[in-house]
């Protein structure tokens, strides 16, 4: 059981002061007096019956059977949460005489075992799926005559509100009429803007339920995140009302006058004592309110209609301390014990899968949180929103990951591709849109499912092998297969470790009504982003979408969610019947990341934090806090001042920044030893001896005699005291650079800036490193130094380097958090500028430019984030107000324009013309470069592995490179990429690793040296108990125009290897043209017969037919402008140069 699997990870995580949420805990208590009944409905027609033949009439009973001779089949619509059952006509029905698989409306099935009844004439089947499923009837063709059935859905009829909150309180406030269009009736609310207070006088004692709707701020680009309601009574706090909201999915919400996007309706609850008071309510986000009254007693005739067990009675006994308000005094495994005890209350539930969600001190909360509050649902079918609410958080706080066959090989054919997932809407569902605010395309965009598929292996003797990493909880694997890949009649087998196989067929997919298929967040966002840049052609091909995801084909699939024990370490994937043909399969498990806060939440924190360093200090203090220490939560009480929730959240949201920072410096220190004590040093030398030492080393080196210069050199960095001493030790440190002696030069200098006898050779040691690093382009090395200096000195400036170099790897979101951290003074502009518009952090953006910035670079910079929004010819406006800058900007922009037009020409000399400007125009490209994982170059690997990195919590695959088995690339240039490789060592190996890198192109061979080549300290293979991996090896190399296939392999080491390229940070991307990192879209042609829209129709399964994507996702249409040039390598000779004049 989940509850006791995260019984005492939940006693140390819930710390975070907030009332219940949507659930009403009075409500739970009183529908657990009744039971639930339960009903059968017979399928007799549509909707239920998808396809089959009509059942027909029994005539001895009033029931309807399907009729299904051998190979026939009939497909049932099965609504979320139900069971189908199948009755006999007659005599009794036995395992195998049918075979029953489940669907989500594509074309892949998985098995099901029923259960039979006591009489042994019925089956029942329950998949416990919380979206609506196809259930499909078979009577296998060994059968040699037909079986006649009759098949009943169950209904769970819940009971209705049995404590009404009816009584509605007219609040001095502005009011609104809410309503849906289409649909009788409207519901009172208040306008309660941001920050504002309003009073209402209450009689106690008495229960409020606070009904609201955030008003999405526009400038806020999440479409979830977490806000409050402080609510006082009579001056004194009562209660913190925390909710967690999205969009309301329904877009017909209004509000009488001005369409606004409007969050989903939540309900908090107060209990207010006997007495006359004064309640008091104050938002930081604006918001629709209203508060009802649950009046005492609510029925007409309470002897009669009133529960067994009224509401005030449940009141008046009270709740437990967790929902009452404080849980300061009680300890963990009472906490614990509270919320897993023999008759746990969802409420709690809720709230503490929220609090495990958010609490960053823990691996993997969202995941946790999850899964108790899927098991608080399927224990409580009788309350129906606690299942909702279980979906709800699912999506909020977890996503699918990658897993890649340990084996692989060149028929694997790796491919990675966006697809939508096939799904179902309720059989007696009405079609709805969704409501979505322009400012959140970009994260609609970013929900888009992503995968890369293998073919797996074909026959009983072979299969893919998938190791899973350690879990914390119960979770969901997800087995994805092209749509128009579908093979009638072959199987997959999924094996969980030594469990029997899990079968899944394959057949055609259904043709679904219109209307029955749900709109996909992710696809109301591609259609925006269409719109917006005017793409026709494939969507995830186009300029605009390079700019939010790796451009690659978008694919319908059919898709089939397994339920995921936390236990399974490895999963078996093969193939069984159908023909030879490949077949990509791509498999995912469902996981969570550290929780990060939206912009409105981090203003709030930052708003009740004040100015004056406070952040900076807070930081400081945590990084130098013990690691262990820092694991323990401290709980406090719900009433706890804004300003000390601010301050929790804060540390929760720097956790992982504090992580990465701590195993950086770990790392970077841990090879290097002090230097012996000053007592061991020798005797000091002679003014005249160092003199003379001096002169003969600079001779030396005037000389090109660097063995010399080392030993003249050796007499001052010994012997001398103060700046001669500096002279002689770097001296010497630069003869061994030109000795090619780098590692030993680097070990030098890293035990100078760690142990250095003054401020200045500490300093200037680190100033060489830096130069260093940058010069061999090692951002890692940089990036782990600049830690160590932040370690060793947390000052704002040696913060503020470590997020910029965090931002030139392409960890913005790090970055931002490094950069928030500092006081708006230190805060780099230029770059907080580029990451805010990069993640839609435009208040502050817009607070930004309005703190300073001068005309030309403002006008630059909304020109910049009028091309990111597809407003070109503003764009062009408002960079030639830009100054220089904004010239070069806006005529690149306008080239990109033209070239755009041209390879829409029907001509194709034009468009071949225009493939050659593209490949000028994107290498020249202004602005910063970034790293970005290059996810469409792989073609072939032997295999793939997952590493992990538990100190940091962070996790990604590399590929296997073994000899005569090379990581084959596939990429169009032209672009500048940047090879990373690990040596495979054995598993506790002291033993230095020494061979080549090599990176094969054409006839083209690049190398680059592997020498004592050791493990990575705290870096796991995942599932491998043999071997570990190296120390990370780069090559960066610069890929001409044309298609490029590249062969990665280490000789006789075995490498892991990945690939990333390097991408502007801000992207000029007018057009829907080609990309370098997809060779299959360098087609010269449009695709035929297709807006955006008819594609996403097409993906989706909305009347599409499998062959309506033939040819699409091949890439007949040219992909995306999505520039790539190359960065100037760094061109410095000297790194030292500056440090022997300063000294």
Not at 103 to 117: E, I, K
């Amino acid at each position: 059981m989940i509850r006791c699997l995260i019984l005492m990870l939940l006693a140390s995580v819930l710390f975070f002061p907030a009332a219940a949420l949507s659930l009403d805990e009075v409500r739970s208590r009183l529908l657990q007096g009744y039971g639930l009944p339960l009903r059968w409905y017979n399928v007799e027609r549509p909707p239920l019956l998808v396809e089959g033949h009509d059942p027909v009439d029994d005539g001895s009973s009033p029931r309807h059977l399907l009729k299904l001779g051998p190979g026939e089949s009939a497909t049932v619509w099965l609504p979320a949460w139900e069971i189908l059952r199948l009755e006999a006509a007659s005599g009794p029905l036995a395992a195998d005489d049918l075979e029953i698989s489940f669907s989500s409306g594509g074309g892949l099935y998985r098995l099901a075992a029923g259960v039979p009844s006591s009489d042994g004439g019925t089956l029942l089947f329950s998949p416990s799926s919380p979206s609506p499923l196809l259930a499909r009837i078979v009577r296998p063709h060994r059968h040699k005559t037909p079986l006649a059935v009759a098949a009943y859905i169950s209904y769970r009829e819940t009971l209705d509100e049995l404590a009404p909150y009816r009584q509605l309180v007219t609040l001095p406030l502005e009011r609104v009429m809410l309503g849906r269009a289409g649909r009788p009736g409207e519901d009172t609310f208040w306008s309660l803007a941001a920050n504002q207070t309003t009073a209402v006088a209450v009689k106690g004692p008495i229960r409020i339920a606070l009904e609201n709707h955030l008003v999405y701020p526009e400038q806020e680009s999440r479409r979830s995140f977490i806000y409050r309601v402080h609510a006082n009574l009579d001056g004194k706090p009562l209660q913190l009302l925390e909710f967690e909201t999205g969009p309301d999915m329904e877009p017909a919400r209004h509000d009488g006058k001005q369409r606004r996007l409007l969050g989903r309706r939540q309900t908090g609850y107060l209990n207010v004592p006997a007495g006359q008071h004064y309640l008091n309510l104050k938002a930081a986000v604006p918001l629709y309110v209203r508060l009802l009254l649950q009046e005492r007693p609510d029925y007409l005739f309470p002897d009669l209609n009133a529960p067994n067990t009224s509401a005030a009675t449940l009141e008046d006994d009270g709740f437990p301390p967790l929902l009452a308000g404080s849980f300061a005094g009680l300890g963990d495994r009472e906490l614990a014990e509270t919320v897993a005890g023999r008759n746990p209350s969802p409420v709690i539930g809720q709230r503490a899968a929220l609090m495990s969600a958010r609490d960053n001190r823990r691996r993997e909360g969202g995941i946790v949180g999850a899964a108790l509050l899927r098991e608080e649902g399927q224990r409580r079918p009788d309350y129906p929103d606690v299942r909702n609410r279980a979906e709800e958080f699912s999506g909020f706080h977890t996503f699918y990951r990658d897993l890649f066959p340990e084996e692989g090989g060149p028929s694997a054919a790796p491919a990675f591709r966006w697809f939508l997932p096939s799904r179902l809407a309720e059989p007696d569902g009405h079609p709805f849109g969704r409501a979505v605010g322009e400012q959140q395309t970009t994260e609609l965009v970013r929900m888009l499912a992503g995968g890369t598929f293998h073919n797996v292996p074909f026959g009983n003797g072979t299969a893919y092998l998938y190791r899973l990493p350690a879990r914390f909880a119960p979770s969901l694997l997800r087995v994805a297969v092209p749509t128009e890949s579908l093979q009638e009649g072959a199987e997959l087998a999924v094996q969980y470790d030594d469990s029997p196989p899990q079968r899944l067929v394959m057949t055609r997919p259904p043709e679904l009504p219109d209307g029955t298929v749900p709109v996909l967040p992710a696809e109301a966002g591609l259609l925006m982003l269409a719109e917006s840049h005017n793409s026709p052609w494939p969507l995830t091909l186009g300029g605009a979408f390079s700019g939010i995801g790796a451009p690659a084909p978008l694919l319908g699939a059919a898709v089939v969610e397994l339920p995921l024990p936390h236990h399974v370490t490895a999963v078996r994937l093969r193939k069984v019947g159908g023909d030879t043909k490949p077949l990509p399969v791509a498999l995912q498990y469902r996981t969570s990341g550290p929780y990060r806060m939206a912009e409105t939440e981090f203003l709030e924190a930052e708003s009740a934090l004040g100015q004056g360093g406070s952040t900076f200090r807070a930081f400081r203090d945590l990084v130098a806090r013990d690691a262990q220490t820092a694991n323990h939560a401290t709980p406090f009480s719900p009433l706890a001042e804004r300003r000390e929730v601010a301050g929790k959240e804060l540390e929760s949201e720097q956790l992982p920044l504090v992580r990465l920072i701590r195993s950086l410096e770990r790392s970077y220190t841990a090879s290097v030893a002090p230097p012996p004590t000053a007592n061991a040093r020798p005797m000091p030398t002679s003014a005249e001896s160092l003199e003379s030492s001096l002169n003969a080393a600079r001779k030396a080196e005037k000389r090109g005699e660097w063995l010399n210069a080392v030993e003249a050199w050796s007499i001052p960095a010994q012997s001398g005291n103060g700046a001669i001493r500096r002279q002689g030790l770097f001296g010497q440190i630069e003869a061994l650079i030109r000795l090619n002696e780098d590692y030993l030069a680097e070990h030098r200098l890293k035990g100078l800036f760690l142990y250095g006898e003054d401020a200045e050779t500490r300093s200037g040691a680190l100033a060489v490193l830096e130069r260093l690093y940058a010069g061999t382009s090692d951002s890692d090395a940089l990036l782990s130094l600049r830690a160590a200096a932040f370690m060793r000195t947390p000052a704002p400036e040696f913060l503020r380097a470590f997020g910029l170099t965090l931002l030139e790897a392409g960890e913005r979101e790090l970055a931002l958090q490094a950069f928030l951290i500092l006081s708006p003074a230190d805060r780099p502009r230029t770059a907080m500028l580029q990451t805010a518009l990069r993640l839609g952090w435009w208040n502050s953006f817009e607070r930004i430019l309005a703190e300073g910035a001068s005309v030309e670079e403002s006008s630059l910079w909304q020109g910049l984030r009028a091309m990111s929004d597809g407003r070109f010819p503003a764009a062009v406006e408002k960079m030639r107000a830009g100054g220089a800058e904004g010239i070069v900007w806006a005529n690149h922009l306008e080239e990109g324009l033209r070239i755009r037009s041209a390879l829409a020409d029907k001509n194709r000399e034009t468009r071949f013309r225009a493939i050659a400007d593209w490949e000028k125009w994107q290498s020249a490209h202004p602005g910063q470069r970034v790293m970005e994982p290059e996810m469409g170059a792989i073609a072939a690997s032997a295999g793939a592995v997952s590493l992990t990195n538990e100190a940091r919590d962070t996790w990604f695959h590399s590929l296997r490179a073994k000899a005569g088995q090379p990581v084959s690339l596939r990429l169009a240039g032209p672009v500048k990429i940047l090879i990373e490789a690990r040596p495979v060592h054995p598993i506790g190996s002291r033993t230095p690793l020494d061979g080549w890198l090599q990176v094969r192109n054409g006839e083209r061979l690049y190398v680059q040296p592997i020498t004592r080549n050791m493990p990575a300290q705290g870096l796991a293979i995942v599932g491998d108990k043999l071997h570990s991996a190296g120390l990370k090896v780069e090559r960066d190399i610069d890929l001409g125009p044309g298609l490029h296939e590249l062969q990665v392999s280490g000789g006789s080491l075995d490498l892991l290897v990945r690939v990333n390229a390097y991408r502007p940070a801000l992207g000029c991307r007018p057009a829907a043209t080609h990309h370098p990192g997809n060779p299959f879209s360098r087609s010269g042609r449009p695709l035929s017969g297709g807006s955006a829209t008819d594609q996403h129709r097409a993906c989706s399964g909305q009347r599409a037919h499998p062959q309506s994507f033939q040819g699409r996702q091949g890439g007949t249409a040219p992909a995306s402008i999505y520039p790539a040039g190359t960065p100037e390598r760094y061109s410095a000779t000297n790194p030292l140069a500056g440090i022997l004049t300063q000294t």
